[in-house]
Nanobody, 125 residues
Framework: QVQLVESGGGLVQAGGSLKLSCAASRSTFTSYTMGWFRQAPGKEREFVAAISWSGSSVYYTDSVKGRFSISRDNVKNMVYLQMNSLNPEDTAVYYC??????????????????WGQGTQVTVSS
């Protein structure tokens, strides 16, 4: 069974930073574009960032550009999301997912893809 396990969420003050990690249970994920999504209370899940299998291409939703950075380590089967300058609007459950398909700058989980269980990020004002 394929698993994506997130970690690194928590409570942080506005302006602070967090780094999320996603561990993939299968090395086949190193061949895929992987992504991060988030879902705030009462809102739909939205795309945050994605990274190509080689790491050469990265994608971000406009609201996090310049603040968030996605990276990966294919040797360790890991994907990361460094989040800086956090604000209360970033409060959400963050999900690792893949493989991700990109269309018009927005990522979506492919039909054969998987979600992680999510990790809560809470930013206090």
């Amino acid at each position: 069974q394929v698993q994506l396990v997130e970690s690194g969420g928590g409570l942080v003050q506005a302006g602070g930073s967090l780094k999320l990690s996603c561990a993939a249970s299968r090395s086949t994920f190193t061949s895929y574009t992987m992504g991060w999504f988030r879902q705030a209370p009462g809102k739909e899940r939205e795309f945050v960032a994605a990274i190509s299998w080689s790491g050469s291409s990265v994608y971000y939703t406009d609201s996090v550009k310049g603040r968030f950075s996605i990276s990966r380590d294919n040797v360790k089967n890991m994907v990361y999301l460094q989040m800086n300058s956090l604000n209360p609007e970033d409060t959400a459950v963050y999900y690792c997912a893949g493989p991700v398909a990109m269309n018009g700058g927005v990522g979506r989980l492919r039909a054969d893809g998987y979600w992680g269980q999510g990790t809560q990020v809470t930013v206090s004002s």
